[in-house]
């Protein structure tokens, strides 16, 4: 089976749901995209106004097959919480990226990242069968830059003036990965939760 007959699969735990990201997610969507703080480091910013294209781009980009993204739900407060995607498919080479990751402003800091990230990766190594999951960030993004981090994931480099950011700025791109023999390890401690698995590393 090709990585997109995997496309469809709902990922979840205790935590969190992820869901392909369909029509009926707009509305909840909405509710927690619009607020400038997630979009700082993003090449797109998203308002009142920009909100439909960014959805329907988003729909469009699933239904093709080009990315599979998520719709992320607390389970805590069944409320969506923001959205996460598996990306830059090179199946032949079976490496893929895990991205466009964001969290509405009452989901931050409560693990969620951490849980999602967590089944993300899971379904990349152990159903995909990756051998490399790749990040990218903005430099100049350090919250985002020690999440990698906490995940277990390693610092590569940066690829300078890498793209361009709404505004003209030229970002700086940050490249973190994880490897398929590094797996073990990392799926352990992201199992403890998240304050031991940023401990342990």
Do not use: C
Not at 66 to 80: C, N
Not at 140 to 146: G, P, T, Y
Not at 159 to 170: A, E, I, V
Request: glycine share 8%; aromatic share 10%; charged share 30%.
């Amino acid at each position: 089976m090709s990585w997109s007959d995997h496309l469809s699969a709902v990922l979840e735990d205790e935590h969190v749901r992820l869901t392909p990201i369909s029509e009926a997610d707009r509305a909840g969507i909405r509710a927690v995209a619009l607020d400038p703080e997630i979009w700082r480091y993003f090449t797109v910013v998203v308002g009142d106004s920009d909100f439909d294209g960014f959805f329907d781009s988003n729909l469009a980009e699933h239904t093709a097959g080009r990315r599979a993204v998520y719709v992320i739900t607390d389970l805590r407060s069944g409320r969506v919480a923001g959205s996460m995607s598996l990306l830059g498919f090179a199946e032949k080479d079976r490496r893929l990226e895990i991205g466009a990751s964001w969290l509405g402003h009452d989901f931050r800091g409560k693990g969620i990242n951490h849980w999602a990230k967590l089944l993300l990766l899971r379904h990349a190594f152990e159903v995909l069968e990756a051998e490399r999951v790749e990040f990218k960030t903005d430099e100049l993004n350090v919250q985002a830059r020690k999440g990698l981090r906490n995940i277990g994931a390693t610092e590569e480099g940066v690829l300078r003036s890498f793209n361009y950011m709404p505004g003209g700025r030229r970002r700086d791109a940050v490249f973190y990965s994880i490897l398929r023999a590094e797996w073990p390890g990392v799926r352990e401690a992201l199992a403890a939760g998240p304050k031991k698995a940023a401990a342990a590393v």
